[in-house]
Every structure is written in structure tokens, then in C-alpha cells.
């Protein structure tokens, strides 16, 4: 993974420099709040319900144990023994004081980790495929572009003020682990004639306006990465719109000015600026960083431990059967660690669970780990023979939950619990789910399901490409909980449809339940999944579930 | 939050802290809404407002809450402030864990 050099470290030092007299001079009265919260927005510190939090970037979602250790250290030393992962691969800190953020600011420095452009109007944390430089179904690693695309994007002078945030991911993989669809530009790795290229896809995201994004080029060869990004976003610098918050992200620009249009702007800018860039500068830069990113040497190790473990212990099996992928070595596997045990706040580990990993990861993992934007931990290349003991320390460490894929390893937002923005409470819809399906014995027989939650409108929780999506909305002073069906997050990327009115804190599990036991009773065989169901099915059976009863109390 | 000529407090986050506190007839910040000064027409709920927001030495982000006042002290109306009053309902921490 990328090492940072003299200049990032000066850079870092400098900037984490700036922002502790910064906020010396918010507390000693010399800054107002106006004049200091742009400031410390660009820095990742937000104000929420009930204190400050600290969001922090996990680029493209890799990490070293070192690093995983130090965020435990963080969270014990400065905020409640925990952190909590997000749907952007980043780790937020709930109740960090004011006074404390310099100092948690310069102990990620000492791991190269940082907080920059976490918030505010800016180019966001790069997200890619947690399995990248693994997945045995990959083209090739995405990280060393999304390295460069860190760089780059990095106190980018022309980006510090865009219209509104701006979201970029990278997938090396045809199987679309990184929702690139939803994002304002995302990219995905292709092969055309021998040459490696990025399909270009813009304007995509989720919010109060949904939309899936549109390929703006279909095949950019990868030398011209930096110029392009830089072309798009410096046109939509200039044509986004600045006049109105809900119209201010690029996916509005596309949407009213046409794919066309922002398609010949784009290109113009591009052919203007594309010469002005260091080809061979840039190329050597990336040598670097790719050489950074070599797949860590693999051992052939037998797999007879791994079979064995999975014919005499049945708790094993159940974990194996939900929580590997494929690695390219068949000899290895990917470990999805969830955080999702039933009952549990989704996306949390506690210092101790970080730990704990940062240790398996050295022991067994070649010191890499991964965090997904579904928020579970991910050690990508353990030997086979090696699972039996991994999945013991994770069990006894409660992260051995069988459910990678199931019903409860739902995404959820913050939402109410922490968030000043939400309208009604996630976490305890995620949390009363898990617990209900647990309790039905049902997760297993119903199989691959993603349910996402959201606490807003602006879908942090990704709702609406949820198989079934739920968002948390505030109706005349109540918590109400509209229902989504049939989205998808992946290469198939499609939003979820609304099935109707929505449902009271107290009457959303029971809707959840209808939803299924309809999909249990309808589909063709076990095989056929619910978002297959869904697609032959269409909207109205599921519907007829959820709102008879209400028609039967009414009459 | 709030609407019309309700009942209402004065409250902010902490700068340091960040947490929530609402503003008392002495003009102090209290952790406690049962401590809070409760405003019942707009002219010195605005007043009390406009003179809060003047303490940015020591709060951020003040507004006006609706609450319905009960013999033990003001109750929210919105389950918002309800939530801010208490803390998260994920874990025991917030407010309900230092009273």
C-alpha cells in the first residue's frame, strides 16, 4: 500500500499546523463560528446532534494494521472506545471535544491518515472495490489510480469551492462492488484491443434526486486519467449551479444541460488542458505508486486444514459459506469480517475489535486490510488453511457473524442517534431487523439481500439501490419509514421502487416480515433470489402484502 | 423547530464540548432542560435568541425549541429534542449517561 514521503509528510504536518491555530483562535474568541466552520469542515470536524465528530479518510478503503491500531489508540484516548465505518470507506468519531481535534489530527498523522476533504464542497475520500488487488474476477488493481486520484485531488487549488460535494469511485472489477453508478464521476476499469482504459460514467448519486449516473466516455485511455477528471470537474466548476443547494451537484448539471452538452464542454476542456499536463511525470509518479501496490507474495499452502475444519465444526462452515469471495490464489480466500452481529450498531468496532484485526491481519492477512462501504472489515488475502484460526479469535472476539451478503448485514446511516441532519433514527431499524430475522431462523432460507437504510433524504445510507431500501423520514412530528424495492447498487445499478405511504417506528419490522414471507411464498426455488423474484414479480404482490392489513383495519 | 407563540427554549451546543445545553433564567447554560428557561411569547424568546447568539465565545448553533412545561420543567415536543436531551439509543452514552 502507498508509504508517504517526505512531501506528504510535510504537507500533512503543516496543514494539521494550520488547523490547531485555527482552533486556538475559535476558542480564544479571535474566529467566529461563521468564519471557523469552513474551516474545520475542511478538515472533517462536523458539529452533530450531541457533539462534534471527526470524520476520517480510509482511501480506497485500505489500511495497515498500524494504522487500524492507531484509530483504536484514537478512540480510546480521545472519544468512547469505538469507531464507527461509513458507506464512503471513511471512520467517524462521535464524541471527539473541540480542544482534543489538533492532537487526534497529528496522532493520524504518525500513520498517514488525515481528515482532509472529508467535508465541505470539495473532491470527497476516493472510494474503490474493498476486495481490489484480490478478487479473482478483477482486471486489474484500481488502487495506484485512485492513489494518484488522491493526490491530485488533494488541496487541488481550482476545487476547494465547488458548487456542492464531489464524489468520485473507482472499480477495477466488471462485478461492481463500488456503487460507481451513484457517484458524481465514476470510473470503471476496461479492456479495449489489449489497452487498459476507464469507462467514464458522470452524474450519477442518490439524494432527494436519484440519479444513475451516464457514461460520458466509454473508453478513456488511462494516461489521459488526470486531464479528463480535471476537465470535468473544472467544467462543472464553472456550469454547476450555485444558486440553490438540491440543484447544486452534477448530476443535476447533467440532468439539465444534457449528457450531450456536458459531454462537448468536457471534451473542449480537456483537449485545452490535456497538453498543459506532465505525461511523463505523471507516469513516473504512478510507477511509484503502482510498485507500492505489488501483490504481497502468496505461499501455495495446502487446503486440507480448511475442508477439514469445515466437515467437523458446523459453526465454521456457516461462516465460510457467507463471509469468503474467491481470491485469484484458489488457495486463498477473501474474509468479510462483519460488523453486523445481530443486534448490533452497524458499521461499529470497538478499539479492542480494531486490534484484534490489525493482529489477524499481520498474522495472517500479509498486513492488509480493507473497509467496505457496506461497512464491514475485509482481510483480502488469507491461505485457506489458515481460516480455522482466523475465524477462532474473530468468534471470540464477536466478529465471526455468518451474514456477509444476508438480510442483516443491512447498511445504515447514523441517522437520529448522531447525525443533525437525519429526520428519524436508523440504527434501531437496522438493529430491530437483525434481531426479528434472527429470531424467525429465517436469514439463511431467505438468502442474498441487501436492505440499506437511510435516516434522510440525502441517502447516506444508499436506500434507494437497497433491494429493499427504508428511509427514515419526520411526518407531522413522527418518525415514518418509507419502504424502496428492486434497487441495485452494483453494474446492474437500479433505484428502488416506492411501494406506498410509509410505516410508524413500531410498525416497520412487521412491513420488512410481509415483504418476505411474500418473497418466500412466490419465488420459484431457493435459488431464485429476492431481487430476481422482485424483477419477475414486479412491485404489485409485494405491495398487496404491505398495505392489506391496513385495508382490513380500515374496513 | 419552532412555530407560532408556543412555549419555547433557548438552546445550543457546547463550543468546546459540543454538547447540548439550554440557556437558564440566570443566563447560564445548564446540561439539565429541566433547568431551562422557558420563553412563552416571541418577543423575549426572539430577545433571549438574538442575546444567546451574541455568546459565540461559548456556544454554536442556537435556536428556539418548542416545549410543553409540565410541574417538572419543560418537556419536548419534538422527538428530536427528545433524542438531544437524552443521547444516542444505540448505546448508553450522551446525557443519559452523566445524569
Known amino acids: 500500500m502507498y508509504h508517504y514521503d517526505d512531501f506528504d509528510r510535510a504537507f500533512l504536518a503543516e496543514r494539521n499546523r494550520q488547523f490547531r491555530a485555527q482552533v486556538a483562535r475559535r476558542i480564544d474568541g479571535s474566529l467566529t463560528e461563521e468564519e471557523f466552520r469552513p474551516l474545520r469542515l475542511m478538515n472533517g470536524l462536523y458539529l452533530q446532534l450531541h457533539a462534534y465528530m471527526l470524520r476520517v479518510a480510509i482511501p480506497y478503503g485500505t489500511l495497515n494494521p498500524d494504522q487500524l491500531r492507531k484509530l483504536a489508540d484514537i478512540a480510546e484516548r480521545w472519544d468512547k472506545g469505538y469507531g464507527h465505518f461509513t458507506t464512503r470507506q471513511n471512520i467517524q468519531f462521535n464524541w471527539p471535544r473541540l480542544a482534543d481535534v489538533p492532537d487526534m489530527l497529528d496522532a493520524l498523522a504518525e500513520v498517514g491518515l488525515h481528515a482532509i476533504q472529508t467535508s465541505g464542497n470539495t473532491i470527497r475520500n476516493v472510494t474503490s472495490d474493498h476486495f481490489a488487488g484480490a478478487a479473482a474476477d478483477e482486471i486489474a488493481d484500481p488502487r495506484p489510480w485512485a492513489e494518484l486520484i488522491r493526490q491530485w485531488s488533494t488541496d487541488h487549488p481550482e476545487f476547494q469551492f465547488l458548487p456542492r460535494k464531489f464524489k468520485i469511485a473507482v472499480t477495477g472489477s466488471p462485478r461492481d462492488r463500488t456503487v460507481t453508478r451513484a457517484h458524481d464521476i465514476g470510473l470503471r476499469m476496461v479492456r479495449q484491443q489489449g489497452r487498459q482504459g476507464f469507462e467514464v460514467i458522470v452524474g450519477g448519486g442518490l439524494g432527494r434526486t436519484p440519479m444513475i449516473g451516464k457514461v460520458v466516455r466509454d473508453f478513456l485511455p488511462v494516461e489521459d486519467l488526470l486531464p479528463y477528471l480535471e476537465a470535468i470537474v473544472s467544467t462543472y466548476n464553472l456550469l454547476g449551479r450555485r444558486d440553490n443547494k438540491y440543484k447544486a451537484r452534477i448530476k443535476i448539471t447533467v440532468h439539465e444541460h444534457g449528457l450531450d452538452r456536458v459531454r462537448e464542454l468536457v471534451e473542449a476542456r480537456f483537449a485545452e488542458i490535456g497538453p498543459l499536463f506532465d505525461k ?26 480448511y475442508h477439514a475444519a469445515r466437515t467437523a465444526d458446523a459453526v465454521f462452515r456457516a461462516w465460510s459459506d457467507t463471509n469468503l469471495h474467491p481470491h485469484r490464489a484458489a488457495d486463498h480466500a477473501i474474509v468479510t469480517i462483519s460488523l453486523k452481529a445481530h443486534g448490533a450498531t452497524p458499521g461499529d468496532a470497538t478499539s479492542d475489535q480494531m486490534r484484534l484485526v490489525a493482529d489477524l491481519a499481520e498474522a495472517h492477512g500479509h498486513g492488509e486490510i480493507r473497509v467496505s462501504h457496506e461497512q464491514n472489515l475485509v482481510l483480502p488475502h488469507v491461505a485457506l488453511a489458515d481460516l480455522p484460526a482466523v475465524h477462532a479469535a474473530l468468534r471470540a472476539a464477536g466478529l465471526a457473524t455468518a451474514n456477509a451478503g444476508l438480510i442483516s448485514d443491512i447498511i445504515a446511516c447514523p441517522g437520529m442517534d448522531y447525525c443533525a441532519l437525519a429526520t428519524a433514527r436508523s440504527i434501531p431499524v437496522a438493529q430491530d431487523i437483525a434481531l426479528r430475522f434472527e429470531e424467525l431462523r429465517l436469514e439463511h432460507d431467505i438468502g442474498p439481500l441487501k436492505i440499506k437504510i437511510s435516516g434522510c433524504i440525502n441517502a447516506c445510507g444508499h436506500h434507494h439501490v437497497g433491494h429493499i431500501g427504508i428511509l427514515g423520514l419526520d411526518r407531522a412530528g413522527v418518525e ?20 406506498g405511504p410509509g410505516f410508524a417506528h413500531d410498525q416497520i419490522v412487521p412491513a420488512i416480515e410481509r415483504i418476505l414471507q411474500t418473497y418466500l411464498k412466490l419465488r420459484n426455488d431457493r435459488s431464485e433470489t429476492f431481487l430476481q423474484a422482485y424483477r419477475r414479480l414486479g412491485l404489485a404482490p409485494f405491495r398487496a402484502a404491505l398495505y392489506q392489513e391496513d385495508r382490513a383495519d380500515a374496513a | 423547530m419552532a412555530r407560532g407563540s408556543a412555549a419555547r427554549v433557548v438552546t445550543a451546543n457546547a463550543l468546546i464540548e459540543g454538547d447540548v445545553v439550554w440557556l437558564t433564567a440566570e443566563g447560564r447554560w445548564t446540561r439539565d432542560l429541566r433547568q431551562a428557561q422557558v420563553f412563552s411569547d416571541d418577543e423575549s424568546a426572539s430577545a433571549a435568541l438574538a442575546a444567546a447568539e451574541a455568546r459565540s465565545g461559548e456556544v454554536v448553533g442556537c435556536y428556539l425549541a418548542n416545549v410543553r412545561p409540565t410541574p417538572n420543567g419543560p418537556e419536548p415536543e419534538h422527538f428530536r429534542e427528545d433524542f438531544r436531551r437524552r443521547g444516542p439509543s444505540n448505546y448508553f452514552h450522551g446525557k443519559q449517561a452523566e445524569a
Open chain 1, 480 to 499: 415514518n419509514y418509507q419502504i424502496t424495492l428492486g434497487g441495485d447498487g452494483t453494474e446492474t445499478a437500479t433505484l428502488g421502487e416506492r411501494t
Open chain 1, 280 to 305: 511523463a511525470a505523471t507516469a513516473a509518479q504512478l510507477g511509484r505508486i503502482a510498485a507500492m501496490f505489488r501483490r504481497p507474495p502468496l505461499q501455495a499452502r495446502p487446503a486440507a486444514p
